[in-house]
């Protein structure tokens, strides 16, 4: 595709995201599902919507950022934005998204926070008939849609949030991580680099992002191999690249912080 060609798509795909938040805002119905697809690398600007938003990647890996932090959704998971909070969006890879619009009446007790969340088959199924087309909705439908809502309170919790500090000093060391990811990070060299003691540097760090630098260290390692991973390279070649000095001790991380190995992690049938 020529530059001008791809300035033509990007113009188009921003115009269909402006008709998609005026169409969810101007929804009556409880929930308003629909599908939405974005080539990799797009970025969606800064937004926000009066309902919340269940976001279910069928293809791609997202990732949304926010003042809260930053959180992943990667194969097998979705994730909860709640209503009004402004967020971006960057598409790791081609992405096909189904998202599920919930008005604040529709829950007595809706989740205030974002949650990136493991997906049932159930989930999965239900997500996938919320957005069937307009043609074949009718009573069926509102019971899908209803029976989604009460799935979507019972799915597990994944940590696939990154927290980002607000000082814009350890915001830079973070980012300059994010990009050279290493399982070497020393404390003492970035409480140096801020001109802090070791001590010092350990309450800052937890007061601007609630985890230690060690936690945070692992979760943005997840963020980095996760999208990799998903794609199909050898769980050796990202754990050598992310400074591990072995591959057990990459697993034995992604374990600690997931819940299971790297291979079991992505067994999960992409369709129900």
Known sequence: MTKSGQRLALGELARLHVERLAAIEAASEPVYAIPSEYPAGYHVKAHSHS?????????GVLMVSSVQGRWMVPPGHALWIPAGLVHTVDMLG??????AYVAPSALADPPTAIRVVALTDL??????????????????????MALLLEEVLRLPDRPLGLPF??????????????ENPSARLVI???????????????????????????TWR?????????????AGEA????????????????ITMFRRMLGTAPRGYFKTPENP
């Open 218 to 230: 692992q979760q943005a390692a997840v963020f980095t191999a996760l999208p990799r991973l998903a």
């Open 94 to 99: 081609d992405v096909a998204m189904l998202s």
């Open 51 to 59: 309902r919340a938003q269940f976001v279910y990647a069928s293809a």
């Open 165 to 178: 500090p607000s000082d814009t000093r350890l915001a830079a060391l973070c980012r300059g991580f994010m």
């Open 123 to 144: 989930a999965r199924a239900l997500i996938i008939e919320a957005v069937a087309p307009a043609d074949v909705r009718g009573g069926r439908h509102d019971l899908v």
């Open 235 to 250: 769980v050796t070649a990202v754990a050598l690249d992310l400074g591990y000095e072995s591959v057990a001790a990459f």
């Open 188 to 214: 003492d060299d970035w409480a140096e680099r801020l001109a802090m003691s070791r001590r010092a540097f350990t309450r800052f760090f937890r007061k601007e992002t609630g985890i230690s630098l060690s």
